[in-house]
């Protein structure tokens, strides 16, 4: 079974910077896809930016030049930078990882960016 278990969401103002992790725990392929989605209310889940195995990156349109995804294959891990926030980046980030064998979230983390 694959646990994501992501950190680092919180509270900041407009103009400032977070940065989430996320470390798979379990079984995963060695090739797989990790990325960042986000959800505010009342809208659905989107793509904010994902990352292969081997580097590639893909990031939705609000996101380039502001946010940075990473990840450390040893540790299973993924990162998003996030920089010059703003109010509309407010909403529930989840982790996601798809492999071969299946496609699993994380529990989501609140991002708040007050004006």
């Known amino acids: 079974q694959v646990q994501l278990v992501e950190s680092g969401g919180g509270l900041v103002q407009a103009g400032g910077s977070l940065r989430l992790s996320c470390a798979a725990r379990g079984s995963i392929s060695s090739f797989n896809v990790m990325g960042w989605y986000r959800q505010a209310p009342g809208k659905q889940r989107e793509l904010v930016a994902s990352?292969?195995?081997?580097?590639?990156?893909n990031y939705a349109d609000s996101a380039k030049g502001r946010f940075t995804i990473s990840r450390d294959n040893a540790k299973n891990t993924v990162y998003l930078e996030m920089n010059s926030l703003k109010p509309e980046d407010t909403a529930v980030y989840y982790c996601?990882?798809?492999?071969?064998?299946?496609?699993?979230w994380g529990q989501g983390t609140q991002v708040t960016v007050s004006s």
């Open positions: 990352v292969g195995t081997g580097g590639s990156t």
């Open positions: 996601n990882v798809k492999d071969k064998m299946g496609n699993y």
